[in-house]
């Protein structure tokens, strides 16, 4: 089993900035790939960026340029650290890892963004 423990979200203010954490432990020999998604009320869940094995880190275009994403191997951790934030990028945000090919999801931190 693999076990994701998320931190960060909140509330802010449009301009404002926010770090989100995602810390895999578990059986996590293997991890293909580490990143987020989020899911905006009536909206479909979307990727925001990813890091892929090989060091590839892939940003959804709404994101590039304000978002940031880096991983720490030693602690199995992936960061989101998101600055410029705007109103539309509230939603809930899911971490997600992918070990040895099967999908593995955080609970969701929500994060707020007001205008």
């Known amino acids: 089993q693999v076990q994701l423990v998320e931190s960060g979200g909140g509330l802010v203010q449009a301009g404002g900035s926010l770090r989100l954490s995602c810390a895999a432990s578990?059986?996590?020999?293997?991890?293909?790939?580490m990143g987020w998604y989020r899911q905006a009320p009536g909206k479909q869940r979307e990727l925001v960026a990813m890091?892929?094995?090989?060091?590839?880190?892939n940003y959804a275009d709404f994101v590039k340029g304000r978002f940031t994403l880096s991983r720490d191997n030693a602690k199995n951790t992936v960061y989101l650290q998101m600055d410029s934030l705007k109103p539309e990028d509230t939603a809930l945000y899911y971490c997600?890892?992918?070990?040895?090919?099967?999908?593995?999801w955080g609970q969701g931190l929500q994060v707020t963004v007001s205008s």
């Open positions: 578990g059986s996590i020999f293997g991890i293909n790939a």
């Open positions: 997600n890892v992918v070990v040895r090919r099967s999908d593995y």
């Open positions: 890091i892929i094995l090989g060091g590839f880190t």
